[in-house]
């Protein structure tokens, strides 16, 4: 039995979620689901985007299930404080091309691991209106973490069985020193795992004339965000971009996605990124069976072509693609 936290936020996140519970319920396994409110809806009922109670349940949840959050004026967004306040350190974005949908290269099957919690994303910047300086911290503590997550990731997805670490070390020569020398410390656990690591400049290069040749990709918090999109435009685009945050005691997965206010209410939106991240969720888990099936139904619906949904090109309703899944996975 799981514990499962379902926060459905607003928008189209509320229907995908649909989706994902739906395809639980039918999984041979057990689930227990506690509901929390976040977001915009949220804001307007409660006076918070982000209510303690929500965050309780999330903590106390075997992992998180989120949807997507419209963001409200003036107000912190929901879902970057429920990270912080899990701890959830570790972003990770898979990217894959699948038959059917347009991608630059076939074959391409990688994942980013995103630090998550500090680099230039410190927020700590100064200065006057002559000059603003901000602050790039890099803790060996949160490199060597990331790194771990990275080198079980290349074991656990047992493809090239490799990491390659993304920094700027030649320049940024105490920061990314510190990171790369954690990134290479880490490696010794892993002597089955292979290495490789690669100037931020050369790897947007590389994700466009190679990117079938990468496994795991680990790097700094900017570096990583700043790759992940790019990888994103690589392959399917939004409906299809599931993403994982991991903390040592919570996890969160979520759409890529937004709340994508000018679809929501139709029913049309395109439920495979919430199911691939309920995916994630349930190999996180230690479901690994169950999640390669799943990931397999959305391969061989996406690549049948015959129920899509408007973003793939197709007719189909949300609730009609989410069904045909489905039926592939039992
Ligand atoms: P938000 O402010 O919540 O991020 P947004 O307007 O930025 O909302 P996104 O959800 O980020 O919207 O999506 C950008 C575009 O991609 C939208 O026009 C939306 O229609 C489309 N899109 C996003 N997700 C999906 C999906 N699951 N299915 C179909 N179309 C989608
Ligand atoms: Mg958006």
């Given at each position: 039995?799981?514990d499962?936290?379902?926060i459905?936020g607003?928008?189209i996140?509320k229907?995908v979620?649909e989706?994902?519970?739906f395809?639980?319920?039918k999984?041979?396994?057990?689930?227990?689901?506690?509901?929390?409110?976040?977001?915009?809806?949220?804001?307007?009922?409660n006076?918070?985007?982000?209510p303690e109670e929500?965050?309780k349940?999330?903590?106390?949840?075997?992992?998180?299930?989120?949807g997507a959050s419209?963001s409200?004026?003036?107000?912190?967004?929901p879902?970057?404080?429920l990270?912080?306040?899990?701890?959830?350190?570790?972003?990770?974005?898979?990217?894959k091309s699948?038959k059917g949908v347009?991608s630059?290269?076939?074959n391409?099957?990688?994942i980013?691991?995103?630090?998550n919690?500090?680099?230039l994303?410190?927020q700590?910047e100064?200065?006057d209106?002559?000059?603003?300086?901000?602050?790039?911290v890099?803790?060996r503590?949160?490199?060597?973490?990331?790194s771990d997550?990275?080198?079980k990731?290349?074991?656990?997805?047992n493809?090239?069985?490799k990491?390659t670490c993304?920094?700027?070390s030649?320049v940024?020569?105490?920061?990314?020193?510190?990171?790369?020398?954690s990134?290479?410390n880490?490696?010794?656990?892993?002597p089955?795992?292979?290495t490789?690591?690669?100037?931020v400049d050369?790897t947007a290069?590389?994700?466009?004339?190679?990117p079938?040749?990468?496994d795991?990709?680990v790097?700094?918090?900017?570096?990583?965000?700043?790759?992940s999109?790019?990888?994103?435009?690589?392959?399917?685009?939004?409906g299809?971009?599931p993403?994982?945050?991991?903390?040592?005691e919570n996890?969160l997965f979520e759409p890529?996605?937004?709340?994508?206010?000018?679809?929501?209410?139709?029913?049309?939106a395109?439920?495979?990124s919430?199911?691939?991240s309920?995916?994630?969720?349930?190999?996180y888990?230690?479901?690994?069976?169950?999640?390669?099936?799943?990931?397999?139904a959305?391969?061989?619906i996406?690549a049948?072509?015959?129920v899509l949904t408007?973003d793939?090109?197709g007719?189909?309703?949300?609730?009609e693609m989410?069904?045909a899944?489905l039926?592939e996975v039992?």
């Amino acid at each position: 039995m799981y514990d499962i936290a379902i926060i459905s936020g607003d928008g189209i996140g509320k229907e995908v979620m649909e989706s994902a519970e739906f395809l639980l319920d039918k999984l041979d396994l057990n689930f227990n689901f506690k509901y929390g409110e976040a977001g915009f809806e949220c804001f307007n009922k409660n006076g918070t985007t982000l209510p303690e109670e929500t965050v309780k349940i999330a903590k106390s949840c075997d992992a998180t299930l989120f949807g997507a959050s419209t963001s409200t004026p003036g107000q912190p967004s929901p879902i970057i404080n429920l990270r912080k306040k899990l701890n959830a350190y570790a972003n990770l974005r898979p990217i894959k091309s699948y038959k059917g949908v347009k991608s630059i290269k076939d074959n391409i099957d990688f994942i980013i691991v995103r630090e998550n919690t500090e680099g230039l994303y410190s927020q700590i910047e100064y200065g006057d209106d002559s000059q603003v300086i901000a602050e790039r911290v890099i803790t060996r503590k949160a490199s060597e973490k990331i790194s771990d997550i990275a080198f079980k990731l290349a074991k656990r997805r047992n493809k090239q069985k490799k990491v390659t670490c993304v920094h700027k070390s030649n320049v940024l020569k105490k920061t990314d020193g510190v990171f790369k020398e954690s990134f290479y410390n880490i490696a010794k656990k892993y002597p089955e795992v292979k290495t490789e690591d690669f100037y931020v400049d050369a790897t947007a290069m590389y994700l466009i004339t190679n990117p079938q040749n990468f496994d795991v990709i680990v790097s700094t918090n900017l570096f990583g965000d700043i790759l992940s999109d790019e990888s994103a435009g690589l392959v399917g685009g939004l409906g299809l971009a599931p993403s994982g945050n991991l903390g040592d005691e919570n996890a969160l997965f979520e759409p890529v996605h937004g709340s994508a206010p000018d679809i929501a209410g139709k029913g049309i939106a395109n439920p495979c990124s919430m199911i691939l991240s309920t995916a994630m969720m349930l190999d996180y888990l230690g479901e690994k069976e169950t999640a390669l099936k799943i990931n397999k139904a959305v391969e061989n619906i996406v690549a049948k072509g015959k129920v899509l949904t408007p973003d793939l090109g197709g007719k189909a309703k949300t609730i009609e693609m989410t069904e045909a899944i489905l039926k592939e996975v039992i």
